[in-house]
Structures are given as C-alpha cells and as structure tokens.
T-cell receptor, first 112, second 113 residues
C-alpha cells in the first residue's frame, strides 16, 4: 500500500533558526496536505498542494510539492516559540483511494 | 458552530469491556473518519464514511465497528477492548473525499488496562 515517510522525526532549533521537514511518498500523489498539531491538541489543516512543482507561502511558512509529485517539504523561516508542535504531511494517491495517508510527523521544539 | 466534537474526552476501560465513542459535526459534511494516534506512529485511519448509512474499512479496522445512522454523527465501537487499543482517537470530517481539508475533533484518550 501507499507509504508516506517523513523526516526528521524530531528537530530542536534555537528560536530564530530555520526549520525544514521533508515528506516522501512511495507512489505518485494527486495532492498533499500539511497539518499542524500543537502539544495536547488536534491536527489543524495548514495547506494543500495539487500541482507539480507548486510552491505556496503562508507568512514564514513555505510549502513545496515536487515535480514528480512524490515529495514535499515545509520550511519555516526564523522559527518562533509559537511554531512548536508536530507537523504532518498527508498524501492522497487519488484513483478512488478515499483516504489520506499520513506521515509519522516531525516534532518541532523551539528553544527560546 | 462547534465544528467537530467528541465524547468522552477520557476513558479508562478494563480488558474485555465495551464502549462507544461519539463524534458529532455541525458543518453538514458528508465524509467522516476515525483515526487513532499512537506515539511515533502518526495518524492511522480506522474506518470512514462517505455518507449517512455507509461505512468502509481503513488501514487498521480490526477490533472496531462503526455506524453512521445520522449524517452528523459517526460512532466508533469497541466490542471487547484490548490493551493494544490504548490510544488517542480522533474523529474528522470533510466536504469531499479527495482534495478536501479534514476538520478534526479534540480527541478521546482511551486507556485499556
């Protein structure tokens, strides 16, 4: 079945440093979504990428979808303590798959 | 609007006991999902529903049953709880199956002793 791998599993950064998490799928995706889960909270949708090579920005967050639609990345510039949490990618292979496959997430800690 | 709500928030069961987790959404979404989240495992889909009266198996359906008698509600049942079912359970809903953001509930933390 479809597998979505996410690295790194953990990342500790000093406040103000940049952060990147990578997502790789074993199959071509029709779209990819990113979610953020704060400690003790529930996943919250951040963004969806659909087109090959697509790049989207949300303030300090930059999301990319690979040309082959098998990988994606989330980059945070100048991290803040409010960025703390676990970031998940979730891929949809389309073709009537009816379900998102989530990566295991990257847990980000920001040291003030 | 409350969005997606889940009851209960916490529950402790003994092995072999049964229980039902309730999920409710007030966004008129057709599609609803049950996930479990274990440390280091991400979110894994248990069952999902594409509409009232329909359900389907996800990635890890064994030991669970679901029902969608009303559009706004999606119930997850454990007939005979096992320690391996200790987890945090999230319900979610969406407008569409493909390419649609999922709205998650606050979760239920279940411990099976």
């Amino acid at each position: 079945g479809q597998q979505v791998m996410q690295i790194p599993q953990y990342q500790h950064v000093q406040e103000g440093e940049d952060f990147t998490t990578y997502c790789n799928s074993s199959t071509t995706l029709s779209n990819i979504q990113w979610y953020k889960q704060r400690p003790g909270g529930h996943p919250v949708f951040l963004i969806q990428l659909v087109k090959s090579g697509e790049v989207k920005k949300q303030k300090r967050l930059t999301f990319q979808f690979g040309e082959a639609k098998k990988n994606s990345s989330l980059h945070i510039t100048a991290t803040q303590t409010t960025d703390v949490g676990t970031y998940f990618c979730a891929g949809d292979s389309g073709a009537g798959s009816y379900q998102l496959t989530f990566g295991k997430g990257t847990k980000l800690s920001v040291i003030p | 609007n409350a969005g997606v709500t889940q009851t209960p928030k916490f529950r402790v069961l003994k092995t072999g006991q049964s229980m039902t987790l309730l999920c409710a959404q007030d966004m008129n979404h057709e599609y609803m999902y049950w996930y479990r989240q274990d440390p280091g495992m991400g979110l894994r889909l248990i069952h999902y529903s594409v509409g009232e009266g329909t359900t389907a198996k996800g990635e890890v359906p064994d030991g669970y049953n679901v029902s969608r008698l009303k559009k706004q509600n999606f119930l997850l049942g454990l007939e005979s709880a096992a320690p391996s079912q200790t987890s945090v359970y999230f319900c979610a809903s969406s407008w569409d199956l493909v390419g649609s953001e999922q709205f998650f509930g606050p979760g239920t933390r279940l411990t099976v002793l």
